[in-house]
């Protein structure tokens, strides 16, 4: 069974800090999918990163950067110089390999990020 | 860009009523999916569609819900006798692929359902 744990329930910074959100996953299969959505207050989930199980080279996309550790089972989310537009809940979310039906994804708690002036 | 639709944004019901919920993925997805997001908690699976039939089912997702593809756009939820706790946010999401390159699922806005 696939499962996902994000520790943070929810994290305050300061404008133009950096921030990383923690997330750990659970599953048996060696091919699966990792993804980052963040959901404003206005509800909306939006897509932000994906990764493969197969592919651990972190990368960074303008303000954010992932560090994806398969040792520890890590999938984790970095915001530098964060704005009050990041103010939101962040979901880490898990799929497992391709079963030819589609691909459930398996969400985590969330952390609520409060980015403050 | 091309996005998921859902209608209605809120819906009100009777506890025992059925509702329809309305989706229109993104067209030139195959794979549909519908999730609900109690509040404050967290986004739950309910069920995945693919070539018209169901491809997997959440234990939430028991005999008093059904999905329907009745025409080549919409993807419809229905809940046949709500429940005070099927009161929650349902989104819809459509992926192009299952697995593999392009198969981050792309969410709609969401149908917030109150049951009284």
């Known amino acids: 069974a696939q499962k996902v744990t994000q520790a943070q329930t929810e994290i305050s910074v300061v404008e133009k800090e950096d921030v990383t959100l923690d997330c750990v996953y659970e599953?048996?299969?060696?091919?699966?999918?990792l993804f980052w959505y963040k959901q404003p207050p206005s509800g909306e989930l939006v897509f932000l990163i994906r990764?493969?199980?197969?592919?651990?080279q972190n990368e960074i996309s303008g303000r954010y950067s992932w560090n994806f550790q398969k040792s520890t089972s890590s999938f984790n989310f970095t915001i530098t110089a964060s704005q009050v537009v990041d103010s939101a809940v962040y979901f880490c979310a898990l799929s497992e390999g391709f079963t030819g039906g589609g691909n459930k994804l398996t969400f985590g708690t969330g952390t609520q990020l409060k980015v403050e002036l | 860009e091309p996005e998921v639709t859902q209608t209605p944004s809120h819906q009100v019901t009777q506890m025992g009523q059925e509702v329809i919920l309305h989706c229109v993925p993104i067209s030139n997805h195959l794979y549909f999916y519908w999730y609900r997001q109690i509040l404050g908690q967290k986004v739950e699976f309910l069920v995945s569609?693919?070539?018209?039939?169901?491809?997997?089912k959440s234990e939430i997702f028991d005999d008093q819900f059904s999905v329907e593809r009745p025409d080549g756009s919409n993807f419809t939820l229905k809940i046949r006798s709500t429940k005070l706790e099927d009161s929650a946010m349902y989104f819809c999401?459509?992926?192009?692929?299952?697995?593999?390159?392009?198969?981050?699922?792309?969410f709609g806005p969401g149908t917030r359902l109150t049951v009284l």
């Open positions: 569609f693919y070539n018209n039939e169901i491809s997997e």
């Open positions: 990764r493969n199980s197969f592919d651990e």
């Open positions: 599953t048996r299969d060696t091919t699966y999918y």
């Open positions: 999401a459509s992926s192009e692929l299952g697995g593999g390159a392009s198969n981050e699922q792309f």
